[in-house]
């Protein structure tokens, strides 16, 4: 099916689901997929990223990603001389409300978005709807998604759609990112109005949303036993240091030649390497507890496959540039436990872990599977900011034909060793 204009080619293959909407809107604008770009390709930045000493590291950013050369929207912007591209438009109806489904798609970059002149109704939280919240601007961390609504009640005129950046390090840009809402019957011309930069968000989403279905945890259950600790870590072998990103002290690797699942297949699960970082969660419908502390001066979006989580509480976000010697909150049970929220909180797949700060999580073992838990920024993945939850291990061959893994894995192993243009050497995410 051919689709408008406005989605660009990036996007052609998104499946568009329509679940229930909490607000009314008129129109479907469809995906925005905000996104960072590289003029250089994914596998040679991120050898350069992970290993800051070797011959090909990036000048300038010893250890430390470049900012990326350009931001998308829906695959399209002018270039960051001006000289080439062109502004995404998206076309707005006077007195009508318009869905938007924003995504970032980024590598490393998160946004405030704002567009002037309007609001946004935030109605979803990573596909789940909420009670409707009015907003003038809207964080987005790398892997989160909100539906909007706009109301277009302004002048017949275009108006500019601003992603800006955060103080605090979570990613930036060569370019102005930025695209243009056009109200139909307008003239096609550069908006008149920059707007005003919005709030600093610190790379801190809010955490005041309300699920229109609710889901609370019980409140007795809730322990920091399940801590996993992050923290950078750079080691040196043979004179080229490597970036780390360990979770309880290993950075998870895991090897494509012997994925989790065949290792469920195969009943030996117990054999798997300690860097592949397995998190057994044996029974099922539980509720699991997690906390995450971030010894580190960089937030990190935290995001959970296979299902929703209930956020039950983080840190406050710490304004940029953070004083080193004010650093580390740790969790502490007696002040931030009964401030943890428990009924009916923000549910959603990826949210922000504060820098120096902690993170409370809440998800249900109602899904048999291995389910990854991992930093979305890119590069974070690769140097091994994950671990993964093996769920109802017994259940696992009952909701798949593990029978079925045998051809892929037969054809894998007679390609990958000799076929493979790019051979394996991150974490493996
Ligand atoms: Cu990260």
Redesign the pocket.
Known sequence: MALPAQYGNGVLGAIRINGPASSNYDDDLGPLVISDWYYGSAFALAHRVNSPTNPYSIPGFPGSPPPSDNILFNGLNRRANGASGSYRRFTLTAGRKHLLRLINGSVQASFTVSLVGHSFTIVATDMVPITPVTVTSLYIGVGQRYDVIINANQPVANYWFNATFSSAPCGGATNRPAMIFQYSGAPTANPTSAGTVPPDSRCADSLNYTPVVSKSVPSASFTTGNTLNTRLQISTTGGISRVY?PVNNTPMKVNWNNPTLEYVKNSNTGTMPANTNVISVPTANQWTFWLIVNNSS?P?PVHLHGHDILILGASPALAAPINPTNRLRPYNPSVDGPALKIANPTRRDTTMLPAWGWLALAYRTNNPGAWLMH?H?AW?ASQG?SVQFLEQLTSIPTVMNLNELTGNCNNWDAFYPSGAPFLQDDSGI
């Open positions: 990103w960089i990190h930093c920024i974070h900011f």
